[in-house]
């Protein structure tokens, strides 16, 4: 049995910054994929960010250069740094391992808003 525990979400202001993270707890075989969605009102769930085992990484065109995903095997643990944050990023963020079947985290809720 796997379970991801996802903390970090919250509400902050345009142009803030949040760090997401995901905590890979129970029968962890080894991490393979990590990946970081989010699925904002009325919207299917996107993949925004993920990263592999041997640290290659992929980012949606709509968070390049502001998002970032880190991974701490030791701990196995993932990270999503946010920064610039828009209106546009509000969603529900989901956080998916394959270890090395896959699963979802719970979800964590940002919201960007004045």
């Known amino acids: 049995q796997v379970r991801l525990v996802e903390s970090g979400g919250g509400l902050v202001q345009p142009g803030g910054s949040l760090r997401l993270s995901c905590a890979a707890e129970?029968?962890?075989?080894?991490?393979?994929?990590v990946a970081w969605y989010r699925q904002g009102p009325g919207d299917k769930r996107d993949e925004v960010a993920s990263i592999r085992r041997d640290g290659r990484t992929y980012y949606s065109d709509s968070v390049k250069g502001r998002f970032t995903i880190t991974r701490e095997d030791a701990k196995n643990t993932a990270y999503l740094q946010m920064n610039s944050l828009q209106p546009g990023d509000t969603a529900i963020y989901y956080c998916r391992v394959d270890a090395p079947y896959t699963h979802w985290g719970q979800g964590t809720q940002v919201s960007v808003s004045s």
């Open positions: 129970g029968n962890i075989v080894r991490l393979d994929l």
